[in-house]
């Protein structure tokens, strides 16, 4: 595999390169695509998954705002497995500006976005962990969608169509016949190997990375690299989204999502150089907590699970303004006509709420200058796992003698996909996940249908290790599976595992007190005291 011909090249497996890879195969476009990491490694995996209703822009940014409401119906029914259709609720605290509720209401009005007004006993009705001292409360429909399971669903569907996809590869260079691009140089990181791959058009959908990439291009762009961190605690504290209803800043929502709630997020501009070495600091902590906290006084009483961040890759197209001021618009840059650079597109800003929408943008450039008539049809086709509406306990009573919560977690997490992993074989109901319900054939499915490399390639595709155990009872057992699958020899399932511990490890350590020291102490004894993992030696480097 050292040299590949295809007509589209895609840089990038966030969800916006997923969904390219998908639009574009869809429309019966030879496209591949590249990404260094994992799918959903980048800024995809690093948000709170907010299904955006559209009202958090609806006052200040109503092009956002539409878009929102119209990709939210869309996703709705076309990922219906990675989608939770929970509800959202803005509620004003009684040091918020009141006037703000009905500036919201008139805006959401106008957006199109069904907002409604609710009596305070209504919304702690139906949220009773929210503060009871809210003044105010709106409902509207916001949802929550996992970002994982989203992209890899995108990838799935192409791949299964005739689709490409290179994980764990580096584009190094950009391939370039006097001024237009013909492809790209890239390292794969696993087989420690170079590779080349040409084609008509290359897609930069790097996300904040996408500045790089036009640096290879010899074009420029530049990013407004915004970090935003967020937490996560250690059970599901809400069942509906929360948001504060104020203008957007540090510490106003708590988003639930599987088996977790999670606090988000703060807004810091940092250099571009910085992001690669993302930190969260100890005061952004402390204001999602006590921010957190006055949402729902339960946040006091919860363990927080670890801390994370990401940047937000928005474009600099306006100069001198704040992050959290900056458009979330879409950026479709055709580097022909802007910097007479033939061959290369590429795509940025926008939301993971947006990627679909994205991608059709971006395919309808690529179709366009390929000839290619067909039009874009991901808003009609369900992914894999949605082709139809879960009827939970229809499905349930189907696989007799599998406990419920299997079946549950399992369908949950693959939707109608289920039946391609909870097969006859008893084996397969082994649980190797408590935290999280993963068994040993949801594992197999997934190393042998999911592109996994590595334990961390795993738990973005099943959770495994993302519950409040954070990986200390299962992740050994995954590294097993691993040699027992044949996805891994026994001295690389060691490495994997301690990377993926190494990996768990740096979302734990800024929020090590209380519990959390406890229960990390007692991992360290497990896997240093019991197995002497640290003295393993170190893996080759290619990863
Ligand atoms: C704190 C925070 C909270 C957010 N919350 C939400 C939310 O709740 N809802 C919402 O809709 N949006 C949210 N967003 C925005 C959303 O996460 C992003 O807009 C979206 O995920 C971007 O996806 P992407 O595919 O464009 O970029 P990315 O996911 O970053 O994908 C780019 C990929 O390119 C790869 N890459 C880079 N360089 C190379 C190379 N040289 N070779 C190969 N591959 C390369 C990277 O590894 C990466 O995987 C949030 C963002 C942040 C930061």
């Given at each position: 595999?050292?040299?590949?011909?295809?007509?589209?090249?895609?840089?990038?497996?966030?969800?916006?390169?997923a969904?390219?890879?998908?639009?574009?195969?869809?429309?019966?476009?030879?496209?591949?695509?590249?990404?260094?990491?994992?799918?959903?490694?980048?800024?995809?995996?690093?948000?709170?998954?907010?299904?955006?209703?559209?009202?958090?822009?609806?006052?200040?940014?109503?092009?956002?705002?539409?878009?929102?409401?119209?990709?939210?119906?869309?996703?709705?029914?076309?990922?219906?497995?990675?989608?939770?259709?929970?509800?959202?609720?803005?509620?004003?605290?009684?040091?918020?500006?009141?006037?703000?509720?009905?500036?919201?209401?008139?805006?959401?009005?106008?957006?199109?976005?069904?907002?409604?007004?609710?009596?305070?006993?209504?919304?702690l009705?139906?949220?009773?962990?929210?503060?009871?001292?809210?003044?105010?409360?709106?409902?509207?429909?916001?949802?929550?969608?996992?970002?994982?399971?989203?992209?890899?669903?995108n990838?799935?569907?192409?791949?299964?169509?005739?689709?490409?996809?290179?994980?764990?590869?580096?584009?190094?260079?950009?391939?370039?016949?006097?001024?237009?691009?013909?492809?790209?140089?890239?390292?794969?990181?696993?087989?420690?190997?170079?590779?080349?791959?040409?084609?008509?058009?290359?897609?930069?959908?790097?996300?904040?990375?996408?500045?790089?990439?036009?640096?290879?291009?010899?074009?420029?762009?530049?990013?407004?690299?915004?970090?935003?961190?967020?937490?996560?605690?250690?059970?599901?504290?809400?069942?509906?989204?929360?948001?504060?209803?104020?203008?957007?800043?540090?510490?106003?929502?708590?988003?639930?999502?599987?088996?977790?709630?999670?606090?988000?997020?703060?807004?810091?501009k940092?250099?571009?150089?910085?992001?690669e070495?993302?930190?969260?600091?100890?005061?952004?902590?402390?204001?999602?907590?006590?921010?957190?906290?006055?949402?729902?006084p339960?946040?006091?009483?919860?363990r927080?699970?670890?801390?994370?961040?990401?940047?937000?890759?928005?474009?600099?197209?306006?100069?001198?303004?704040?992050?959290?001021?900056?458009?979330?618009?879409?950026?479709?840059?055709?580097?022909?006509?802007?910097?007479?650079?033939?061959?290369?597109?590429?795509?940025?800003?926008?939301?993971?709420?947006?990627?679909?929408?994205?991608?059709?943008?971006?395919?309808?450039?690529?179709?366009k200058k390929?000839?290619?008539?067909?039009?874009?049809?991901?808003?009609?086709?369900?992914?894999?796992?949605?082709?139809?509406?879960?009827q939970?306990?229809?499905?349930?009573?189907?696989?007799?003698?599998?406990?419920?919560?299997?079946?549950?977690?399992?369908?949950?997490?693959?939707?109608?996909?289920?039946?391609?992993?909870?097969?006859?074989?008893?084996?397969?109901?082994?649980?190797?996940?408590?935290?999280?319900?993963?068994?040993?054939?949801?594992?197999?499915?997934?190393?042998?249908?999911?592109?996994?490399?590595?334990?961390?390639?795993?738990?973005?595709?099943?959770?495994?290790?993302m519950?409040?155990?954070?990986?200390?009872?299962?992740?050994?057992?995954?590294?097993?599976?691993?040699?027992?699958?044949?996805?891994?020899?026994?001295?690389?399932?060691?490495?994997?595992?301690?990377?993926?511990?190494?990996?768990r490890?740096?979302?734990?350590?800024?929020?090590?007190?209380?519990?959390?020291?406890?229960?990390?102490?007692?991992?360290?004894?497990?896997?240093?005291?019991?197995?002497?993992?640290?003295?393993?030696?170190?893996?080759?480097?290619?990863?």
């Amino acid at each position: 595999m050292n040299y590949i011909e295809t007509q589209a090249i895609i840089i990038g497996g966030g969800a916006t390169g997923a969904g390219t890879l998908r639009d574009l195969t869809l429309r019966g476009i030879n496209s591949v695509l590249i990404e260094k990491n994992d799918i959903a490694s980048g800024t995809t995996g690093r948000n709170h998954g907010l299904l955006h209703s559209g009202a958090r822009y609806a006052v200040k940014d109503l092009e956002s705002a539409t878009e929102c409401i119209a990709e939210n119906r869309i996703l709705k029914k076309i990922a219906r497995h990675c989608v939770e259709d929970t509800g959202g609720l803005f509620v004003t605290l009684p040091e918020d500006d009141p006037s703000y509720h009905g500036k919201l209401l008139a805006s959401c009005k106008f957006a199109g976005i069904p907002a409604h007004e609710l009596s305070t006993k209504e919304a702690l009705a139906l949220e009773p962990n929210l503060n009871p001292d809210i003044l105010s409360a709106i409902r509207v429909p916001d949802g929550t969608i996992d970002p994982f399971r989203l992209a890899s669903a995108n990838v799935l569907d192409s791949t299964e169509r005739g689709g490409r996809i290179f994980t764990h590869c580096d584009v190094k260079s950009l391939i370039k016949e006097g001024s237009a691009v013909k492809g790209v140089q890239c390292y794969d990181r696993v087989k420690g190997m170079d590779f080349e791959i040409r084609g008509d058009i290359v897609v930069n959908a790097a996300g904040v990375w996408g500045q790089h990439i036009c640096g290879l291009a010899g074009v420029e762009l530049k990013m407004f690299p915004s970090k935003g961190s967020m937490v996560i605690i250690d059970y599901r504290i809400n069942n509906i989204v929360v948001n504060r209803c104020r203008v957007p800043a540090d510490g106003d929502i708590i988003v639930p999502g599987d088996t977790v709630s999670i606090i988000g997020t703060t807004s810091k501009k940092i250099e571009y150089n910085e992001i690669e070495r993302l930190i969260v600091d100890d005061d952004e902590i402390e204001v999602l907590l006590a921010d957190g906290e006055k949402l729902i006084p339960h946040v006091s009483k919860t363990r927080v699970l670890r801390a994370y961040c990401g940047v937000r890759p928005l474009v600099d197209i306006s100069g001198d303004i704040k992050g959290r001021d900056i458009s979330r618009g879409i950026v479709l840059v055709d580097h022909e006509e802007r910097d007479s650079t033939g061959g290369f597109i590429t795509i940025a800003g926008g939301k993971l709420m947006t990627y679909r929408l994205m991608a059709e943008m971006t395919a309808n450039l690529v179709a366009k200058k390929l000839k290619v008539k067909k039009k874009c049809s991901t808003h009609r086709i369900p992914l894999p796992g949605s082709e139809k509406k879960i009827q939970p306990m229809k499905q349930i009573k189907k696989f007799t003698g599998i406990p419920g919560s299997v079946t549950g977690s399992t369908l949950y997490r693959h939707g109608q996909r289920v039946h391609n992993i909870l097969t006859k074989d008893r084996k397969n109901y082994g649980l190797i996940c408590e935290c999280e319900m993963v068994t040993a054939g949801e594992i197999e499915y997934a190393l042998k249908n999911l592109n996994v490399k590595d334990i961390v390639d795993l738990r973005r595709r099943t959770r495994i290790g993302m519950g409040p155990c954070q990986g200390e009872l299962c992740s050994y057992r995954a590294a097993g599976l691993f040699v027992e699958f044949e996805a891994a020899g026994a001295k690389d399932a060691n490495i994997m595992l301690k990377d993926f511990l190494e990996e768990r490890w740096k979302g734990i350590k800024p929020i090590l007190w209380g519990d959390s020291l406890r229960e990390t102490e007692f991992t360290y004894w497990i896997y240093q005291g019991l197995f002497g993992l640290g003295d393993i030696p170190e893996g080759d480097g290619k990863k």
